[in-house]
């Protein structure tokens, strides 16, 4: 964190000799990442000054003085009474499934891979209807505070579907890892996959923006072919992608992709960040794993909790762990509710195991502080980017704005705790991702947003009709051909005849 002192003649002289677009916070409450002692650092009525895409300075009041004087081309921005946290990072999504949006809100995860899910909905999609959902799930995301997202892209069921959720990745203006996933999909296999993963790696279309690509796969574990995992890691490490992702859900669910799988393929350890999404039922030795090669579990709690991938101990490794949403058609899709859900079911488990044993805990598992550093740094982290999900000189200007005088925050003095526990997404003023305004005023600022809505309606009515008519799945006796499937019990909430399950309105 730089001070007053430090305006240094580098600063000077880089403020002074790039002409470059320049904006200046000032007066506001800044939620800071101090890097040498790894702690948060609140700044009241402080300045941020970002160049281009990076923050460049941030300090307390008073001390930015000189900067502001020497360029006048500096926009400067009255932030008083006002907050700002870096963006919100999301390290699990499926943007192209915008489309879905209230069609599944009572699904199974049973029903969903039936249904919903990359071996099914690819049947149906149109390159121009990923590409519209791709990006308006985008905007979705960046109003509601979150600039970085790892999209683990399983819409790729052609050369063209998967290059048009590329491309509304690159559109969108979002910082997003776009992670190619390979599967044997309807007329195009992992064969077919490689060349135009290869093609698209070559090309670079993305390199001007903030999005940079990965590699998704999930089929490291239980009975890996050994073959394929080479030629997808092979091309992982030949393009050097910015992460590898897989759905790891073990316990009966069975697709286990657990960092075990890895370790047994010797590919756990290695520069590139890998992301296990859910990780439900990680063992102990998967934990131990985890840490002793630094990657990153993505917990996403709606869902784990909406499907019942459930979590019994992620608790335990919330040092290897950030937050992600998964498929955000079905429930909330911003990560500030993501990181209040978390925060209070890890209250709720931790005291349950007190309360169990006919105890009292007095103390409280889990602070704010936490849930903030799970929404930011910790993204920041399970990605490999140090420069992400921090307010820090030096850090990547992907920032979020919040009225501190909204009704829901009026008298707040701990803007962590505010932000966590009192916020909603409609307090976010501002979202800037590389330094860019995304989100302004409390509204899209970005050219064409009426015509990105008025596309993605026509995309999502005609995916909402072919899904009206799309017959149920059957469950079926077993998941997956593994363990049997059985009916959990639904609730009755009316007092009455039957059990007031109710419709569902689509
Ligand atoms: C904030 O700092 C500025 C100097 O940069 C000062 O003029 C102003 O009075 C301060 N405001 C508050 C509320 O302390
Ligand atoms: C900005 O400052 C430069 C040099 O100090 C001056 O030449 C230029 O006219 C100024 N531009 C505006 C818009 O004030
Ligand atoms: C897959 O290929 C077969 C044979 O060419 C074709 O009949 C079918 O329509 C294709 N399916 C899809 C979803 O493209
Ligand atoms: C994809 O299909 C090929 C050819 O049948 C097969 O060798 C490979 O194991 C399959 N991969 C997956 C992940 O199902
Ligand atoms: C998909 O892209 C690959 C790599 O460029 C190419 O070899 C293949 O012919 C393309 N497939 C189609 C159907 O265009
Ligand atoms: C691979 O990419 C990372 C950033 O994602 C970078 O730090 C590293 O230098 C790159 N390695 C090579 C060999 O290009
Ligand atoms: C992981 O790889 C790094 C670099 O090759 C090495 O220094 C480290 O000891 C390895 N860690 C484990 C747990 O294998
Ligand atoms: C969701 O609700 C509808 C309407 O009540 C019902 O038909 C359907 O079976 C439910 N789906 C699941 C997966 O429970
Ligand atoms: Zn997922």
């Given at each position: 964190m730089y001070r007053g002192s430090f305006l240094s003649a580098n600063l000077l002289l880089l403020l002074t000799s790039v002409k470059a677009a320049s904006i200046l916070f000032q007066g506001g409450i800044i939620i800071a990442f101090d890097k040498a002692s790894e702690e948060l650092r609140v700044i009241r009525n402080g300045s941020l000054l970002v160049q281009n895409d990076r923050i460049v300075q941030v300090s307390d009041a008073g001390s930015m003085k000189a900067a502001s004087s020497i360029s006048n081309q500096t926009q400067v921005i009255d932030v008083t009474g006002k907050i700002i946290t870096p963006g919100f990072i999301d390290t699990h999504r499926h943007g192209w499934q915008t489309a879905f949006k209230t069609i599944a809100s009572n699904t199974s995860l049973v029903e969903y891979f039936g249904r919903y899910g990359e071996f099914v909905a690819g049947d149906f999609w149109t390159a121009d209807d990923v590409y519209n959902s791709q990006l308006a799930g985008l905007y979705d995301s960046v109003n509601g505070g979150v600039t970085t997202t790892l999209d683990h892209a399983h819409h790729t069921w052609s050369n063209a579907t998967a290059e048009a959720g590329l491309k509304a990745?690159?559109?969108?203006?979002?910082?997003?890892?776009?992670?190619?996933?390979?599967?044997?999909?309807?007329?195009?296999?992992?064969?077919?996959?490689?060349?135009?993963?290869?093609?698209?790696?070559?090309?670079?279309?993305?390199?001007?923006?903030?999005?940079?690509?990965?590699?998704?796969?999930?089929?490291?574990?239980?009975?890996?072919?050994?073959?394929?995992?080479?030629?997808?890691?092979?091309?992982?490490k030949e393009f050097n992608v910015s992460v590898i992702t897989t759905h790891s859900l073990q316990g009966p669910w069975g697709i286990t992709n657990s960092p075990e799988d890895f370790e047994s393929l010797g590919i756990l350890n290695m520069s590139t960040p890998i992301v296990f999404s859910h990780?439900?039922?990680?063992?102990?030795?998967?934990?131990?794993?985890?840490?002793?090669?630094?990657?990153?579990?993505?917990?996403?709690?709606?869902?784990?909790?909406?499907?019942?991938?459930?979590?019994?101990?992620?608790?335990?490794?919330?040092?290897?762990?950030?937050?992600?949403?998964?498929?955000?058609?079905?429930?909330s899709s911003d990560i500030l509710?993501?990181?209040?859900?978390?925060?209070?079911?890890?209250?709720?488990?931790?005291?349950?195991?007190?309360?169990?044993?006919?105890?009292?805990?007095?103390?409280?598992?889990?602070?704010?502080?936490?849930?903030?550093?799970?929404?930011?740094?910790?993204?920041?982290?399970?990605?490999?980017?140090?420069?992400?999900?921090?307010?820090?000189?030096?850090?990547?200007?992907?920032?979020?704005?919040?009225?501190?005088?909204?009704?829901?925050?009026?008298?707040?003095?701990?803007?962590?705790?505010?932000?966590?526990?009192?916020?909603?997404?409609?307090?976010?003023?501002?979202?800037?991702?590389?330094?860019?305004?995304?989100?302004?005023?409390?509204?899209?600022?970005?050219?064409?947003?009426?015509?990105?809505?008025?596309?993605?309606?026509?995309?999502?009515?005609?995916?909402?009709?072919?899904?009206?008519?799309?017959?149920?799945?059957?469950?079926?006796?077993?998941?997956?051909?593994?363990?049997?499937?059985?009916?959990?019990?639904?609730?009755?909430?009316?007092?009455?005849?039957?059990?007031?399950?109710?419709?569902?309105?689509?």
């Open positions: 990745s690159i559109d969108s203006g979002a910082r997003v890892f776009w992670s190619y996933a390979f599967h044997n999909v309807t007329n195009y296999t992992v064969e077919d996959q490689l060349p135009n993963f290869r093609d698209i790696a070559s090309r670079g279309d993305y390199k001007n923006s903030p999005t940079t690509i990965g590699v998704a796969y999930d089929f490291f574990g239980p009975a890996p072919n050994v073959n394929e995992v080479n030629a997808v890691i092979g091309l992982a990780a439900s039922f990680l063992t102990a030795q998967g934990a131990s794993l985890l840490r002793s090669t630094t990657q990153h579990i993505s917990t996403t709690p709606e869902s784990e909790m909406h499907y019942g991938h459930t979590h019994p101990k992620s608790f335990y490794i919330q040092d290897q762990s950030a937050i992600g949403i998964d498929t955000h058609f079905t429930y509710t993501q990181a209040r859900i978390w925060l209070q079911q890890t209250r709720y488990e931790l005291y349950s195991d007190v309360l169990e044993r006919w105890r009292v805990p007095p103390n409280n598992p889990m602070s704010v502080y936490q849930a903030f550093l799970m929404a930011t740094r910790k993204g920041g982290l399970a990605l490999r980017r140090d420069d992400l999900g921090v307010i820090a000189e030096g850090a990547k200007a992907d920032l979020v704005v919040w009225d501190g005088d909204s009704p829901s925050l009026l008298g707040w003095v701990d803007p962590v705790a505010a932000v966590i526990l009192h916020a909603s997404v409609g307090d976010i003023e501002a979202v800037l991702v590389d330094g860019k305004w995304v989100k302004r005023d409390g509204k899209i600022a970005v050219q064409g947003y009426e015509e990105v809505k008025r596309k993605f309606l026509e995309t999502a009515k005609r995916i909402q009709e072919i899904w009206r008519n799309l017959p149920l799945p059957d469950p079926g006796q077993t998941f997956n051909g593994g363990f049997p499937i059985e009916k959990a019990e639904q609730v009755d909430v009316l007092r009455g005849p039957g059990d007031g399950y109710g419709n569902v309105f689509v």
